[in-house]
Protein backbone atom coordinates (compact mmCIF):
# COMPACT_ATOMS: atom_id res chain seq x y z
CA UNK A 1 0.00 0.00 0.00
CA UNK A 2 3.24 2.43 0.89
CA UNK A 3 4.64 1.60 -2.05
CA UNK A 4 1.63 2.47 -4.31
CA UNK A 5 0.84 5.73 -2.41
CA UNK A 6 5.05 6.47 -2.87
CA UNK A 7 4.61 5.46 -6.55
CA UNK A 8 2.02 7.45 -6.92
CA UNK A 9 3.39 10.96 -5.05
CA UNK A 10 6.25 10.21 -7.45
CA UNK A 11 4.55 10.26 -10.88
CA UNK A 12 2.48 13.47 -9.42
CA UNK A 13 5.89 14.96 -9.02
CA UNK A 14 7.17 13.87 -12.56
CA UNK A 15 4.23 15.22 -14.23
CA UNK A 16 4.49 19.04 -11.85
CA UNK A 17 8.03 18.52 -13.31
CA UNK A 18 6.91 18.42 -17.03
CA UNK A 19 4.74 20.61 -16.60
CA UNK A 20 6.82 23.34 -14.99
CA UNK A 21 9.57 22.62 -17.64
CA UNK A 22 7.20 23.35 -20.43
CA UNK A 23 5.28 26.09 -19.08
CA UNK A 24 7.69 28.86 -20.47
CA UNK A 25 7.52 27.54 -23.76
CA UNK A 26 3.35 28.02 -23.10
CA UNK A 27 4.11 31.35 -21.70
CA UNK A 28 6.11 32.45 -24.67
CA UNK A 29 3.63 30.80 -27.26
CA UNK A 30 0.62 33.15 -25.74
CA UNK A 31 3.35 36.00 -25.23
CA UNK A 32 3.02 38.69 -28.12
CA UNK A 33 6.26 39.62 -28.81
CA UNK A 34 6.48 35.53 -29.78
CA UNK A 35 4.10 36.51 -32.79
CA UNK A 36 5.77 39.80 -33.86
CA UNK A 37 8.37 37.52 -33.84
CA UNK A 38 7.16 34.13 -35.89
CA UNK A 39 6.04 37.20 -38.70
CA UNK A 40 9.24 38.64 -38.83
CA UNK A 41 10.67 35.15 -39.16
CA UNK A 42 7.42 34.58 -42.25
CA UNK A 43 9.30 37.74 -43.74
CA UNK A 44 12.82 36.46 -43.85
CA UNK A 45 11.76 32.89 -45.31
CA UNK A 46 9.92 34.34 -47.69
CA UNK A 47 12.03 36.90 -49.23
CA UNK A 48 15.05 34.36 -48.74
CA UNK A 49 13.14 31.56 -50.85
CA UNK A 50 12.26 34.00 -52.96
CA UNK A 51 15.98 34.82 -53.75
CA UNK A 52 16.93 31.38 -53.76
CA UNK A 53 16.62 28.52 -56.61
CA UNK A 54 13.13 27.48 -54.90
CA UNK A 55 11.63 30.94 -55.88
CA UNK A 56 9.80 29.22 -59.38
CA UNK A 57 8.71 26.26 -57.51
CA UNK A 58 6.81 28.05 -54.78
CA UNK A 59 5.72 30.75 -56.74
CA UNK A 60 4.53 28.46 -59.25
CA UNK A 61 2.52 26.26 -55.95
CA UNK A 62 1.19 29.68 -54.69
CA UNK A 63 0.00 30.63 -57.72
CA UNK A 64 -1.71 27.03 -59.59
CA UNK A 65 -4.76 27.02 -60.32
CA UNK A 66 -6.51 24.40 -58.13
CA UNK A 67 -10.08 25.39 -58.98
CA UNK A 68 -11.36 26.61 -62.54
CA UNK A 69 -14.39 27.58 -61.52
CA UNK A 70 -15.47 31.44 -61.50
CA UNK A 71 -17.47 31.84 -58.76
CA UNK A 72 -14.73 30.62 -56.36
CA UNK A 73 -11.08 31.85 -55.93
CA UNK A 74 -8.52 29.88 -58.20
CA UNK A 75 -4.96 30.18 -57.07
CA UNK A 76 -3.85 28.97 -53.74
CA UNK A 77 -2.78 32.61 -53.07
CA UNK A 78 -6.23 33.85 -53.72
CA UNK A 79 -7.66 31.26 -51.32
CA UNK A 80 -5.22 32.57 -48.44
CA UNK A 81 -5.77 36.17 -49.60
CA UNK A 82 -10.03 36.12 -50.20
CA UNK A 83 -10.83 33.18 -47.57
CA UNK A 84 -8.56 32.65 -44.94
CA UNK A 85 -8.35 36.37 -44.18
CA UNK A 86 -12.00 35.93 -43.80
CA UNK A 87 -10.79 34.44 -40.22
CA UNK A 88 -8.29 37.53 -39.33
CA UNK A 89 -11.13 39.89 -40.12
CA UNK A 90 -13.61 37.72 -37.90
CA UNK A 91 -11.38 38.21 -34.92
CA UNK A 92 -10.73 41.74 -35.87
CA UNK A 93 -14.95 42.47 -35.97
CA UNK A 94 -15.23 40.19 -32.42
CA UNK A 95 -12.61 42.56 -30.97
CA UNK A 96 -14.41 45.48 -32.04
CA UNK A 97 -17.70 44.33 -30.63
CA UNK A 98 -16.14 42.97 -27.14
CA UNK A 99 -14.31 46.35 -26.59
CA UNK A 100 -17.33 48.39 -28.07
CA UNK A 101 -19.84 46.59 -25.41
CA UNK A 102 -17.75 45.15 -22.55
CA UNK A 103 -14.18 46.46 -23.04
CA UNK A 104 -12.04 49.20 -23.38
CA UNK A 105 -13.88 51.37 -25.43
CA UNK A 106 -16.94 50.91 -23.24
CA UNK A 107 -16.21 53.93 -21.41
CA UNK A 108 -17.03 57.09 -23.66
CA UNK A 109 -13.91 59.42 -22.15
CA UNK A 110 -11.62 56.48 -22.54
CA UNK A 111 -12.91 55.07 -25.80
CA UNK A 112 -12.17 58.47 -27.21
CA UNK A 113 -8.41 58.51 -26.49
CA UNK A 114 -7.74 55.96 -28.89
CA UNK A 115 -10.70 57.11 -31.59
CA UNK A 116 -9.35 60.59 -32.12
CA UNK A 117 -5.42 59.09 -32.13
CA UNK A 118 -6.56 56.40 -35.20
CA UNK A 119 -8.25 59.53 -36.83
CA UNK A 120 -5.26 61.39 -37.10
CA UNK A 121 -3.21 58.28 -37.84
CA UNK A 122 -5.28 57.46 -40.89
CA UNK A 123 -6.04 61.08 -42.11
CA UNK A 124 -2.94 62.29 -42.36
CA UNK A 125 -1.01 59.28 -43.96
CA UNK A 126 -3.63 59.13 -46.65
CA UNK A 127 -3.44 62.73 -47.19
CA UNK A 128 0.85 63.05 -47.70
CA UNK A 129 0.48 59.70 -50.02
CA UNK A 130 -2.52 61.92 -52.35
CA UNK A 131 -0.55 64.87 -52.15
CA UNK A 132 2.66 62.98 -53.24
CA UNK A 133 1.02 61.04 -55.84
CA UNK A 134 -2.20 62.90 -56.83
CA UNK A 135 -0.28 63.81 -60.36
CA UNK A 136 0.34 59.91 -60.64
CA UNK A 137 -1.52 56.96 -61.94
CA UNK A 138 -0.81 55.70 -58.46
CA UNK A 139 -2.98 57.88 -56.44
CA UNK A 140 -5.19 54.88 -55.72
CA UNK A 141 -3.15 53.50 -53.17
CA UNK A 142 -4.03 55.85 -50.28
CA UNK A 143 -5.31 53.29 -48.04
CA UNK A 144 -2.21 51.61 -47.71
CA UNK A 145 -0.59 53.61 -45.53
CA UNK A 146 -3.70 54.32 -42.99
CA UNK A 147 -3.04 50.84 -41.30
CA UNK A 148 -1.55 49.77 -38.21
CA UNK A 149 -0.57 45.60 -37.64
CA UNK A 150 -2.30 44.89 -34.50
CA UNK A 151 0.03 41.73 -34.23
CA UNK A 152 3.11 43.37 -35.32
CA UNK A 153 2.63 46.57 -33.69
CA UNK A 154 1.74 44.74 -29.99
CA UNK A 155 4.78 41.86 -30.85
CA UNK A 156 7.33 45.30 -31.42
CA UNK A 157 5.98 47.19 -28.42
CA UNK A 158 6.64 44.32 -25.94
CA UNK A 159 10.01 43.76 -27.70
CA UNK A 160 11.44 46.71 -26.12
CA UNK A 161 10.06 46.84 -22.81
CA UNK A 162 8.04 45.26 -20.35
CA UNK A 163 7.65 48.27 -18.23
CA UNK A 164 5.42 49.67 -20.61
CA UNK A 165 2.02 50.13 -19.00
CA UNK A 166 -0.44 47.92 -19.90
CA UNK A 167 -2.79 50.66 -20.00
CA UNK A 168 -0.40 51.65 -23.19
CA UNK A 169 -0.42 48.40 -24.49
CA UNK A 170 -4.24 48.50 -24.42
CA UNK A 171 -4.39 51.95 -25.72
CA UNK A 172 -2.36 50.58 -28.95
CA UNK A 173 -4.13 47.50 -29.53
CA UNK A 174 -7.45 49.80 -29.55
CA UNK A 175 -5.96 52.38 -31.66
CA UNK A 176 -5.06 49.41 -34.60
CA UNK A 177 -8.39 47.71 -33.94
CA UNK A 178 -9.72 51.53 -34.90
CA UNK A 179 -7.67 51.38 -37.62
CA UNK A 180 -8.17 48.44 -38.91
CA UNK A 181 -11.88 49.30 -38.57
CA UNK A 182 -11.17 52.02 -40.56
CA UNK A 183 -9.00 50.08 -43.21
CA UNK A 184 -12.64 47.57 -43.63
CA UNK A 185 -14.26 50.69 -44.56
CA UNK A 186 -12.08 51.79 -46.96
CA UNK A 187 -12.08 48.13 -48.54
CA UNK A 188 -15.78 48.02 -48.90
CA UNK A 189 -16.18 51.73 -49.97
CA UNK A 190 -13.17 52.16 -52.42
CA UNK A 191 -11.65 48.46 -53.37
CA UNK A 192 -14.76 46.38 -53.75
CA UNK A 193 -15.55 45.67 -57.70
CA UNK A 194 -19.08 46.49 -59.12
CA UNK A 195 -21.95 45.86 -57.31
CA UNK A 196 -24.20 42.78 -57.68
CA UNK A 197 -27.50 43.45 -55.54
CA UNK A 198 -28.31 40.26 -55.86
CA UNK A 199 -25.73 38.83 -54.11
CA UNK A 200 -25.64 41.78 -51.72
CA UNK A 201 -29.55 41.11 -50.65
CA UNK A 202 -29.23 37.55 -50.00
CA UNK A 203 -25.96 38.22 -48.03
CA UNK A 204 -28.08 40.37 -46.27
CA UNK A 205 -31.13 38.14 -46.03
CA UNK A 206 -28.78 34.92 -44.41
CA UNK A 207 -27.28 37.64 -41.91
CA UNK A 208 -30.32 38.39 -40.34
CA UNK A 209 -30.82 34.81 -39.90
CA UNK A 210 -27.76 34.56 -38.05
CA UNK A 211 -28.36 37.77 -35.88
CA UNK A 212 -31.77 36.23 -35.17
CA UNK A 213 -30.82 32.66 -34.21
CA UNK A 214 -27.44 32.45 -33.69
CA UNK A 215 -28.13 31.75 -30.05
CA UNK A 216 -30.11 28.93 -30.76
CA UNK A 217 -28.39 27.36 -33.81
CA UNK A 218 -26.33 24.34 -34.15
CA UNK A 219 -22.97 25.06 -34.59
CA UNK A 220 -22.49 23.11 -37.59
CA UNK A 221 -25.54 25.31 -39.41
CA UNK A 222 -23.80 28.54 -37.70
CA UNK A 223 -20.62 27.47 -40.29
CA UNK A 224 -22.99 27.07 -43.48
CA UNK A 225 -24.35 29.69 -43.12
CA UNK A 226 -21.51 31.78 -42.17
CA UNK A 227 -19.70 30.40 -45.32
CA UNK A 228 -23.41 30.84 -47.23
CA UNK A 229 -22.49 34.75 -46.24
CA UNK A 230 -18.74 34.74 -47.78
CA UNK A 231 -20.12 33.11 -50.68
CA UNK A 232 -22.84 35.75 -51.37
CA UNK A 233 -20.74 38.76 -50.42
CA UNK A 234 -17.64 37.67 -52.32
CA UNK A 235 -19.65 37.47 -55.44
CA UNK A 236 -21.91 40.84 -54.28
CA UNK A 237 -18.67 42.60 -55.86
CA UNK A 238 -17.51 43.63 -52.25
CA UNK A 239 -14.32 41.71 -51.10
CA UNK A 240 -14.77 38.75 -49.27
CA UNK A 241 -13.44 39.43 -46.26
CA UNK A 242 -16.16 42.03 -45.64
CA UNK A 243 -17.39 38.99 -44.46
CA UNK A 244 -15.37 38.14 -41.30
CA UNK A 245 -16.76 42.01 -39.53
CA UNK A 246 -19.85 41.20 -40.48
CA UNK A 247 -20.44 37.71 -39.24
CA UNK A 248 -18.82 39.42 -35.98
CA UNK A 249 -21.66 41.46 -35.05
CA UNK A 250 -24.35 38.70 -35.62
CA UNK A 251 -23.02 36.88 -33.15
CA UNK A 252 -24.16 37.30 -29.09
CA UNK A 253 -21.36 38.21 -27.61
CA UNK A 254 -21.15 35.66 -25.13
CA UNK A 255 -20.63 33.23 -27.76
CA UNK A 256 -18.34 36.10 -29.59
CA UNK A 257 -16.17 35.75 -26.65
CA UNK A 258 -15.34 32.06 -26.57
CA UNK A 259 -14.39 32.30 -30.43
CA UNK A 260 -12.27 35.25 -30.12
CA UNK A 261 -10.12 33.05 -27.78
CA UNK A 262 -10.58 29.86 -30.33
CA UNK A 263 -9.11 32.06 -33.37
CA UNK A 264 -6.35 33.80 -31.62
CA UNK A 265 -3.93 31.43 -31.67
CA UNK A 266 -5.55 29.94 -34.93
CA UNK A 267 -4.70 33.38 -36.43
CA UNK A 268 -1.90 34.99 -34.98
CA UNK A 269 0.49 31.28 -35.66
CA UNK A 270 -1.19 30.21 -38.95
CA UNK A 271 -3.53 32.64 -40.60
CA UNK A 272 -0.82 35.83 -40.45
CA UNK A 273 2.38 33.99 -41.20
CA UNK A 274 1.38 32.15 -43.97
CA UNK A 275 -0.32 35.44 -45.46
CA UNK A 276 3.34 37.47 -44.62
CA UNK A 277 5.01 34.58 -46.32
CA UNK A 278 2.96 34.34 -49.60
CA UNK A 279 2.54 38.01 -50.01
CA UNK A 280 6.22 39.00 -49.40
CA UNK A 281 7.25 36.37 -51.62
CA UNK A 282 9.46 38.86 -53.77
CA UNK A 283 12.78 38.15 -55.57
CA UNK A 284 14.91 41.53 -55.03
CA UNK A 285 17.34 40.69 -57.71
CA UNK A 286 14.74 41.30 -60.88
CA UNK A 287 12.89 43.92 -59.09
CA UNK A 288 16.10 46.55 -58.67
CA UNK A 289 15.06 49.22 -60.51
CA UNK A 290 11.79 49.05 -58.09
CA UNK A 291 14.42 50.76 -55.20
CA UNK A 292 14.41 53.97 -57.23
CA UNK A 293 11.43 54.83 -55.27
CA UNK A 294 8.78 56.23 -57.55
CA UNK A 295 5.92 58.62 -56.29
CA UNK A 296 3.70 55.63 -55.05
CA UNK A 297 6.67 54.52 -52.74
CA UNK A 298 7.49 57.15 -51.41
CA UNK A 299 4.29 58.33 -50.41
CA UNK A 300 3.68 54.98 -48.70
CA UNK A 301 6.94 55.18 -46.80
CA UNK A 302 6.39 59.30 -45.86
CA UNK A 303 2.73 58.13 -44.59
CA UNK A 304 3.90 55.37 -42.42
CA UNK A 305 6.60 56.57 -41.02
CA UNK A 306 6.16 60.29 -40.86
CA UNK A 307 2.26 60.42 -41.23
CA UNK A 308 1.30 58.05 -38.73
CA UNK A 309 3.61 59.51 -35.37
CA UNK A 310 2.29 63.46 -36.72
CA UNK A 311 -1.13 62.12 -37.06
CA UNK A 312 -1.38 60.50 -34.23
CA UNK A 313 0.02 63.00 -31.64
CA UNK A 314 -1.01 66.19 -33.53
CA UNK A 315 -5.05 65.07 -32.99
CA UNK A 316 -4.35 63.20 -29.54
CA UNK A 317 -2.68 67.14 -28.42
CA UNK A 318 -5.82 68.83 -29.73
CA UNK A 319 -8.27 66.02 -28.38
CA UNK A 320 -6.16 66.35 -24.81
CA UNK A 321 -6.43 70.10 -25.16
CA UNK A 322 -10.30 70.52 -25.37
CA UNK A 323 -10.30 67.83 -22.94
CA UNK A 324 -12.27 65.23 -24.92
CA UNK A 325 -9.86 62.47 -23.90
CA UNK A 326 -7.18 61.61 -21.43
CA UNK A 327 -3.56 59.74 -21.57
CA UNK A 328 -3.84 56.35 -20.45
CA UNK A 329 -3.48 55.64 -17.12
CA UNK A 330 -0.15 55.26 -15.67
CA UNK A 331 1.35 56.61 -19.25
CA UNK A 332 2.35 60.08 -20.34
CA UNK A 333 3.99 61.27 -23.79
CA UNK A 334 7.03 59.15 -23.83
CA UNK A 335 4.73 56.43 -23.95
CA UNK A 336 2.53 57.53 -26.31
CA UNK A 337 5.64 59.14 -28.58
CA UNK A 338 6.68 55.33 -28.86
CA UNK A 339 3.18 53.95 -29.91
CA UNK A 340 3.07 56.72 -32.74
CA UNK A 341 5.89 55.32 -34.04
CA UNK A 342 5.26 51.86 -33.66
CA UNK A 343 1.89 52.91 -35.39
CA UNK A 344 4.10 53.22 -38.73
CA UNK A 345 4.10 49.20 -38.90
CA UNK A 346 1.58 48.82 -41.40
CA UNK A 347 2.58 45.42 -42.70
CA UNK A 348 -0.53 42.77 -42.95
CA UNK A 349 -3.26 45.46 -43.89
CA UNK A 350 -0.98 47.33 -46.07
CA UNK A 351 -0.06 44.43 -48.15
CA UNK A 352 -3.64 43.65 -48.20
CA UNK A 353 -4.72 46.90 -49.29
CA UNK A 354 -1.86 47.50 -51.62
CA UNK A 355 -2.97 43.72 -53.86
CA UNK A 356 -6.73 45.41 -54.06
CA UNK A 357 -5.42 48.78 -55.19
CA UNK A 358 -3.36 48.09 -57.83
CA UNK A 359 -3.77 45.17 -60.38
CA UNK A 360 -0.22 45.70 -62.05
CA UNK A 361 2.09 43.26 -60.22
CA UNK A 362 5.04 45.31 -60.68
CA UNK A 363 3.22 47.99 -58.66
CA UNK A 364 2.34 45.41 -56.22
CA UNK A 365 6.07 44.54 -55.94
CA UNK A 366 6.99 48.45 -55.60
CA UNK A 367 4.40 48.72 -53.06
CA UNK A 368 5.36 45.32 -51.03
CA UNK A 369 9.16 46.83 -50.81
CA UNK A 370 7.98 50.27 -49.60
CA UNK A 371 6.04 48.48 -46.70
CA UNK A 372 8.81 46.84 -45.68
CA UNK A 373 11.14 49.69 -45.64
CA UNK A 374 8.69 51.99 -43.67
CA UNK A 375 8.47 48.94 -41.22
CA UNK A 376 12.69 48.96 -41.18
CA UNK A 377 12.34 52.97 -40.77
CA UNK A 378 9.85 52.46 -38.11
CA UNK A 379 11.47 49.85 -36.04
CA UNK A 380 14.95 51.60 -35.75
CA UNK A 381 13.32 55.21 -35.35
CA UNK A 382 11.32 53.51 -32.45
CA UNK A 383 14.62 51.92 -30.48
CA UNK A 384 16.73 55.18 -31.10
CA UNK A 385 14.04 57.27 -29.34
CA UNK A 386 13.37 54.84 -26.69
CA UNK A 387 17.18 54.84 -25.86
CA UNK A 388 17.32 58.09 -26.16
CA UNK A 389 14.43 58.73 -23.82
CA UNK A 390 15.93 56.20 -21.29
CA UNK A 391 18.99 58.44 -21.40
CA UNK A 392 17.02 61.32 -20.76
CA UNK A 393 15.69 59.98 -17.31
CA UNK A 394 12.10 60.18 -18.87
CA UNK A 395 11.79 56.28 -18.05
Same mark, same amino acid.
Given at each position: ?? *??????????? &????????? #?????????????????????? $? =??? %????????????????????????????? +????????????????????????????????????????????? $????? &???????????? @???????????????? %???????????? /?? &?????? !??????????? %?????? *????????????????????? !???????????????????????????????????????? =???????????????????????????????????????? @???????? =???? $??????????????????????? #????????????????????????? #??? =?? !?????????????? /???????????? !?????????? +?
Amino acid at each position: ML *KIKSNYDFSKI &IMKAIKQAF #SPIKEFIHDSRFVGILLLLSTA $L =ALF %IANSTYYPFINNLLHHTIITSSYLPNSLT +EWINDFLMVFYFLLVGLEIKRALLVGELKNKKTALTPIIAALGGM $LIPGL &IYFVITKQTSFS @NGWGIPMATDIAFSLG %ILSLFSKRIPIS /VK &IFLMAL !AIIDDLGGILV %IALFYS *KAITFYYLLLSTVLLFLLWKF !AAKLNPLWSIVLSLGIWYCIHHSGIHGTIAGVAIAWCLPI =ASATKLEHILHDFTSFIILPVFVFANTLLPIPTSASLFQF @NAMQIGII =AGLT $LGKPIGILSFLGIGLRLKWCQLP #SGGNWKHLIIVAIIAGIGFTISLFI #SKL =AF !ANEGAQQAATIAIL /VAFCISLAVTFI !AYQLLKLLHQ +E
